[in-house]
Each structure stands twice: as structure tokens, then as C-alpha cells.
């Protein structure tokens, strides 16, 4: 049985002389409740014009609104970036515990499917890669190519800075990566696979790894791209050597 009062719903509600007689009784309320004082609006006897002090309580209500508005921001942010890093550890875990290209490419796309929404995921190896394998018939939507230096042209602007790219690609581009996809796919990451730096710190072009979407408000130009340059960083480690 509950314990928690019960309301009269037939109660009036309260009305301002209830609320004066009770402030009258209880003329250290406001010291008690100060932060009632910024939602309060309570006008200066100057007439038409706006006291100074009135001002300054506007503008510290505006300030105060402002600030809480900015918490709410940096809160919703820090738990989407704990939920994005929560499903990256799952992601390498499962990476990881891949011993040959077929089940690394078929992992990825899994993953990347279920925990990132992604439409379509590409892959395509330069001649440096050891192996292109055939992807699994159940997944249609991902792709493993070759990659040569004819079909790595129109690409070479986007990924010069050895970086990932986020947003939105041209129809060459897309033709490409999605084929048939393609007019499906409306925004992309787009992020560079490339081997372990070497003894004189030369890092070989493996390939490229793309991840499509239907929505064109997936991947924006504005994204960060840390997460997807850690994820080729692990796929590139996890591909076979010559």
C-alpha cells in the first residue's frame, strides 16, 4: 500500500491573497530562497523608464539562463562522447579477436551496423594490402575491392592530408564506393587505411575505408574525426602483411 499523501483534485488552487498572507507570515522567505529571486519579475516604481536596478536583474536572469542552458550543453555532450567511446571499446574488442580478413571485414561491418547506423561500409585495399577476401553473401551492404591508382585519383584531394573526411561526396565518388547505393548514400566518413610508419617513419597507403549513411545529417563536415582515425589505425594493424 502507498504511503506518499494523497491531493485533494476538487482543492482550488491558490491564489495571491494565500500567497501574500503566507509571504507576510514569512518575511524571510526570499533569504531562504534566494535563486527565486531571478525568475521573479518585480518592476521599480520609476514610471515608463527601467530603474538600473531592474536592468542589472535582467541581465543577471539573462546571464543565469545563458550559464544553464551552457551546462546543459557541456552534460548532453560528455554523455554522448561516453556512450561513443563505450561503443568503440566494443568495437576493438571485437576487431581484435579476428584472426583473418574475412571475419575482420565481417566484424567491422557488423558493428559499424548496429552501433554506428551505418547504410554501407566500403573497403578498398591497395595492391600493398595482401588480400582482398570476399565478403559474405548475408551482407550485401558491404564492399571489398581493390583499390589501383586510376580509382585512387579522384579521392587524392580528400585524403592528401592523410585525415578522415566527414560529409558529403560527389557522384564520382559515391559511384564508386556505393555503386548502385549511391543515390541512396547522402553523407559519408571517409578515413585513409595505412601501414605502421617503418624504420624511417614512412606510413605505405593500404587502402581507404568508407562508411555510408541515408541520412544526410550522419557525417557533417564539422565532425571530429579522432574515433575514425583510431578505427583505421586498428584495422590497418589487424590486415595481414605481404
Known amino acids: 500500500m502507498s504511503t506518499q499523501p494523497t491531493h485533494d483534485l476538487d482543492q482550488p488552487p491558490v491564489d495571491g491573497q494565500t500567497v501574500a498572507d503566507y509571504l507576510r507570515g514569512h518575511p524571510d522567505f526570499f533569504l531562504t530562497h534566494p535563486g527565486l529571486l531571478t525568475e ?133 565518388q559515391r559511384s564508386y564506393l556505393f555503386g548502385e547505393q549511391a543515390a541512396a548514400v547522402t553523407s559519408v566518413a571517409l578515413t585513409p587505411l595505412r601501414a605502421p610508419p617503418d624504420a624511417e617513419g614512412r606510413a605505405g597507403m593500404l587502402g581507404m575505408l568508407a562508411i555510408g549513411s541515408h541520412d544526410n545529417q550522419r557525417f557533417q563536415s564539422g565532425m571530429g574525426t579522432v574515433f575514425l582515425k583510431q578505427l583505421a589505425d586498428i584495422v590497418a594493424a589487424k590486415l595481414p602483411g605481404e
Open 40 to 172: 521573479l519579475a518585480v518592476p521599480h516604481a520609476s514610471g515608463e523608464a527601467v530603474s538600473l536596478v531592474e536592468k542589472q536583474v535582467a541581465v543577471l536572469r539573462d546571464q543565469n539562463q545563458h550559464l544553464k542552458e551552457q551546462l546543459q550543453t557541456l552534460i548532453h555532450n560528455a554523455r554522448a562522447n561516453e556512450a561513443l567511446s563505450q561503443r568503440m571499446h566494443t568495437l576493438t574488442l571485437s576487431l581484435m579477436g579476428c584472426d583473418t580478413p574475412e571475419r575482420l571485414f565481417t566484424a567491422l561491418y557488423d558493428r559499424l551496423r548496429e552501433d554506428f547506423d551505418a547504410d554501407g561500409v566500403v573497403i578498398c585495399l591497395t595492391e600493398e594490402a595482401a588480400q582482398v577476401p570476399r565478403p559474405a553473401a548475408s551482407r550485401p551492404s558491404l564492399e571489398v575491392r581493390h583499390l589501383t591508382r586510376e580509382d585512387l585519383q579522384p579521392f587524392e584531394d580528400l585524403l592528401k592530408g592523410h585525415q578522415a573526411v566527414c560529409g558529403r561526396l560527389t557522384h564520382r
